[in-house]
């Protein structure tokens, strides 16, 4: 990819289910499962779900556009893509090393430990919704 990012865009829409056929260019976003979904951007046809909570991604949505962060990196994907949402915008960010992934994943089970050792911390209601709909994930196979 050249030093010129290549960028495009997506709409959303919010839903409290996923549907179960994606449509590409689309973020669906269930804030009472706290999570966001879309096909991955590079045209693999991936499922990205991307968990919305203190320790995942943050939702911003200014009344008219969305954005996620942080970056999304979908290392276990063939394809690796990599990029950023900011206000509908996909932007395509640099291919990381294997190295700078294992970093990476190293640093996020330690903020996830962090935060979840942290004797003083009750789970608020939007995290407890997001434990709920994985529970249910489980049940319904």
């Known amino acids: ?80 893509s990599h990029y950023w949402i900011k206000k509908n915008r996909v932007i395509f960010s640099k291919k990381w090393t294997d190295d700078e992934i294992k970093e990476n994943r190293k640093f996020d089970q330690e903020v996830k430990a962090d935060y979840f050792n942290d004797s003083k911390r009750v789970i608020p209601k939007s995290e407890s919704g997001f434990f709920e709909f994985v529970k249910d994930l489980f049940r319904k196979k």
Request: charge should be negative; aromatic fraction near 10%.
């Open 1 to 80: 990819m050249s030093k010129v990012m290549k960028t495009m865009r997506l709409q959303h829409e919010f839903c409290e289910f996923v549907p179960g056929n994606l449509k590409p260019g689309t973020l669906y976003i269930s804030m009472e499962y706290g999570t966001a979904v879309h096909l991955c951007v590079c045209g693999c046809g991936q499922k990205v779900v991307t968990p919305l909570s203190p320790t995942d991604w943050k939702l911003i949505y200014d009344g008219d556009t969305v954005s996620l962060d942080p970056s999304i990196g979908n290392w276990s994907f063939d394809c690796q």
